[in-house]
């Protein structure tokens, strides 16, 4: 039945489409059958109508009511059209009316049908698809009819097995819902696994697993919950970067290279560059640096309220905190704030190293190129420098908010050890020089310094003015490396070759190459090997647990009871057979034919004030090695102790000296003396000031007594002063090359100076101090007495010396006789016995000379007579003396053979011998020329105007 409607369809728009000529289709009316006049009748055709009158068919169609245009198809347009009359009809109106309507009638349909030309190629394309289109619904048609036959056919036929293919299908819908359901409960459970994986530290595992969650999500995303997971795990994953970014800060503290390396991987997979990731660690090393040094001060803060103020304040928290470290608690905190610092230079250290190791598989499998390599490495490098100017700046901070000027030495001391081994570690670390720590150390040790030196001669003048002077009992084996302050310097001590009396007492071991300390295995804070704290402490410790804060040992310098005999041994069991042999061979080198005298002894001759000057030694010396820039100050002032010995001695020992003459003070010593009198000593009290450096002129305590002569006005007390003074020279130039080590070398000169004159002069103090003991043994005025009664005016030569000669001989026994007694008390070296008879030996010689010269006339047996008495005086001095030859011998000789000078050569004579006084020449010459004025005149003139010239010299 539609098929057949549709071929009605069909036909009827063909019939449409093939006429050749359309016309307007007719309404039903003809013009025949109204016949109007023109002016009176309306003409409903529109042929009719005249052109004329007629309006614009667009205007016909706006005229058309709107109610023409309704789509409600029971809309009535009749009855429409019906209403609009009203109840009195005209029939003029009507017409009018309908003219109208038939007018808005044919231009519609003259519209319409132009509106249908106008579109007929599209018409009929549309309807040559609908034609295809009506044959694919008949094929669609006649397939679901055979379709549906042969369903019919399975259906009766194979029911069983449809049925089984439905089940099948069923199952795998079941089994496909099933994997979901799976799938989405581990993914639910993932979290988990991730904390397991986190906690364990396998970042790189906790990374992978959460990618492949994240896929499978995306691929499960369809369902409602999993996208909702979806955003969870983005969280987990911003969480888990979080999470690896403080595990790579944990790394400042405890470098690891392979959970290191396990970090890369993570950064790795998170697509991070190296670049960012050395910068997120250079972020941490700064942040590990302050809240470190933050934590560590704040414990050793008593107060809370101090970060609260310094909030309120607005002043820098941690500067407030190092101003609020107790005093007594400074030391400590330094030592602690360097240890955490030190982890986290030595992480960093590793750090370095580890990304400048080539084999490194993360490197060497990366996809970085070279250049990037390079410019990695140089960042790295680069941020060097920036870490140890913060932990510079840190340790400062504190050092410079506290009062060191409060501690003692040793105190002081171990804050320079803490200081100069962190600065080692600066130079270890990026070669720094360290500038702000040392400045730091610098402002800090000038004051302290200042104080502590001055401090140090105030109590050296109490020491000498309670001094008694006597030996201190010492071992035989005693040197100065065993006393406890020279402790941090024997290592270091060790590598510089030791002169005088240190060489020949201990055996110092010399590295294969150079003998230069800065070449050596030894640092100068005393450890073993120099630097390497990087390697000495990777694993565990730091350079700042041990060698700081040892506790002081007992020393063994004293010598018992038992060990007296030290003094006087000639052997010393702690003596090794090489220093015995160096030792003999060096002396057999300087006297080869003295005999070994009996007297020698191993043990110094030292006292108590030279033990405190040689502690202070090694103090000064701790303080120049730890305080570089101020080193040539502090050793300077080291040499002030020295000074102040040597004018100590000499001001209490040669003050006494009864008899002047220039040849007991050798011009250094005279130069010396005069120095440190101008420039060191303050004679007057009451003319300090505040900035006066000058200490006070020491007194010889009461108690010491120079006036005995049974005692030889004190000669115990004399030797031990002044070969104390001598030992004590020793050491300073045993400690020479250290001193020259420690100071610039623009300041060399001055040390060398110091050595060559101030030092060396030491021994010349000898002459004058044991002169002083020698012109108060002997009773030089009665000797003199007694010449001047004797007659040299004698003929014939006597056969016996005169009687002054046994009584000169009798006191230079009783002078021995008394010497033996103090060499019971104390050990005599042979160099003071030397000296000893040297200058008694000088002042009887100048005695003899002078009793000489007193003679007014002399004949030739006179002259013969003063032979014999020197001669007599001579063999029997020898004997005493165990002295050959005499000292001065030549001194009276030539005197007494000048008297058989003819009177033309005596002049000659004395210009040539200026050893003598005007006194000796003027005796001399009264005698040669007692006959002859005018010769005596000349020669008399002669003398006065040398000894003006001498004056003018002078």
């Not at 809309?75 to 109840?87: A, G, V």
């Not at 020992?653 to 060191?680: C, E, G, R």
């Not at 000893?836 to 047996?861: D, M």
Request: a negative charge.
């Amino acid at each position: 039945m539609n098929l057949l409607k549709m071929e009605e369809l069909k036909n009827k728009i063909l019939g449409l489409i093939n006429k050749q000529a359309p016309k307007i289709p007719s309404m039903g009316f003809s013009d025949a059958n109204y016949h109007f006049n023109e002016a009176s009748t309306l003409s409903i055709n529109s042929k009719t109508v005249s052109e004329a009158n007629r309006p614009a068919d667009q205007d016909i169609l706006e005229s058309i009511e709107a109610a023409y245009f309704s789509l409600d198809e029971n809309y009535d347009i009749c009855r429409f059209e019906l209403s609009k009359l009203s109840e009195n009809l005209e029939y003029d109106q009507i017409l009018r009316d309908s003219k109208t309507l038939t007018q808005q009638y044919q231009v519609v349909s003259k519209k319409v049908l132009q509106l249908i030309l106008e579109h007929q190629s599209s018409c009929n394309e549309e309807f040559q698809h609908v034609l295809k289109v009506l044959e694919k619904v008949k094929e669609t048609l006649d397939l679901c009819k055979r379709s549906r036959n042969e369903l019919s056919i399975v259906k009766r036929e194979y029911q069983e097995s449809l049925l089984v293919m439905a089940n099948y299908r069923k199952r795998k819908l079941a089994q496909n819902l099933l994997d979901n359901l799976k799938m989405i409960k581990n993914l639910y459970n993932f979290d988990k696994r991730l904390q397991v994986l986190l906690n364990e530290g396998d970042y790189v595992g906790a990374i992978l697993e959460l990618q492949r969650c994240q896929k499978i999500a995306y691929k499960y995303r369809h369902f409602t919950c999993v996208a909702a997971l979806t955003y969870k795990l983005q969280e987990t994953m911003e969480n888990t970067d979080s999470q690896l970014d403080k595990a790579l800060a944990q790394t400042c503290l405890h470098f690891d290279g392979e959970y290191f390396s396990k970090l890369q991987e993570a950064f790795k997979l998170l697509d991070k560059s190296q670049s960012s990731v050395i910068d997120n660690l250079h972020v941490h090393y700064i942040t590990a640096i302050y809240n470190q040094s933050f934590n560590i001060v704040q414990s050793y803060v008593s107060s809370p309220d101090i970060l609260i103020s310094s909030d309120t304040t607005g002043k820098n928290p941690y500067k407030t905190l190092c101003q609020s470290v107790p005093q007594d608690l400074f030391i400590p905190c330094l030592i602690d704030l360097c240890k955490v610092l030190f982890k986290i230079v030595l992480s960093y250290h590793q750090l370095v190293g580890w990304y400048n190791n080539q084999d490194n598989d993360y490197i060497i499998e990366g996809n970085n190129s070279d250049h990037e390599q390079k410019f990695e490495r140089e960042k790295l490098e680069h941020n060097l420098m920036k870490i140890w100017d913060d932990v510079q700046r840190k340790v400062s901070s504190l050092l410079l908010n506290v009062d060191l000027g409060r501690y003692k030495f040793d105190q002081f001391v171990q804050v320079l050890s803490v200081i100069h081994r962190l600065i080692q570690v600066g130079d270890e670390f990026c070669m720094s020089k360290s500038d702000e720590l040392l400045e730091s150390i610098r402002k800090q040790s000038i004051n302290y310094f200042k104080n502590y030196h001055s401090a140090r001669l105030d109590e050296l003048r109490i020491f000498f003015e309670n001094e008694m002077w006597e030996l201190c009992p010492v071992k035989s084996s005693f040197t100065i490396l065993k006393l406890q302050e020279f402790k941090p310097l024997r290592s270091l001590l060790k590598n510089f070759k030791f002169r005088s009396q240190l060489s020949a007492q201990i055996v110092i071991p010399h590295s294969t190459g150079s003998n230069d300390c800065c070449s050596s295995t030894h640092s100068q804070d005393g450890s073993s090997i120099y630097g390497n704290y990087f390697v000495r402490h990777s694993s565990h410790g730091t350079p700042f647990d041990a060698g700081l804060d040892e506790t002081v040992i007992d020393e063994d310098i004293l010598a018992d009871e038992n060990d007296a005999s030290g003094y006087f041994s000639e052997e010393s069991e702690d003596e090794s057979e090489e220093i015995k042999r160096d030792s003999e061979d060096e002396t057999s080198k300087n006297s080869p034919k003295e005999k070994k005298d009996k007297h020698a002894h191993r043990a110094p001759i030292l006292t108590n004030t030279t033990l405190s000057v040689l502690r202070q030694m090694g103090k000064y010396l701790q303080m120049s090695r730890l305080l570089r820039p101020i080193s040539y100050k502090i050793i300077m002032c080291m040499n002030e102790l020295f000074y102040y010995y040597l004018y100590a001695v000499h001001t209490f020992f040669a003050s006494d000296l009864t008899v002047t003459s220039n040849s007991l003070y050798t011009p250094q010593l005279h130069t010396t003396l005069k120095k440190i009198s101008d420039n060191m000593i303050l004679h007057n009290p009451n003319e300090t000031g505040m900035e006066d450096d000058r200490v006070l002129r020491p007194y010889l305590s009461p108690i010491v007594d120079l006036t005995k002569s049974e005692q030889l006005h004190g000669l115990s007390e004399r030797i031990v002063a002044v070969e104390s003074l001598v030992y004590l020279a020793s050491q300073y130039q045993a400690l020479q090359e250290f001193m020259e080590y420690l100071i610039p070398q623009s300041n060399k000169y001055m040390l060398d100076q110091f050595f060559q004159q101030d030092v060396a002069c030491a021994v010349d103090l000898r002459k004058p101090v044991y002169m002083a003991v020698c012109s108060q043994a002997f009773d030089l005025r009665q000797i003199l007495i007694m010449m001047s009664k004797i007659n040299w005016e004698v003929k014939d030569v006597m056969s016996e010396h005169n009687n002054y000669v046994d009584i000169l001989l009798r006191e230079v026994q009783f002078f021995t006789l008394r010497l033996e007694k103090i060499a019971l008390r104390i050990p005599i070296p042979g160099c003071v016995y030397k000296s000893l008879w040297e200058n008694v030996a000088h002042i009887i010689t100048h005695t003899l000379v002078q009793g000489f010269a007193e003679a007014k006339k002399c004949s030739n047996g006179g002259r013969a007579l003063m032979q014999l008495d020197f001669t007599q005086f001579l063999s029997m001095f020898e004997k005493m003396a165990g002295m050959k030859p005499v000292p001065h011998k030549a001194y009276v000789e030539n005197y007494v053979r000048a008297y058989y000078l003819p009177e033309h050569e005596l002049e000659k004579w004395i210009k040539e011998h200026n050893e003598y006084s005007t006194k000796h020449f003027l005796g001399l010459i009264s005698c040669v020329c007692q006959n002859n004025k005018k010769t005596r005149q000349r020669l008399i003139q002669m003398i006065d105007e040398m000894e003006k010239n001498n004056f003018t010299e002078r």
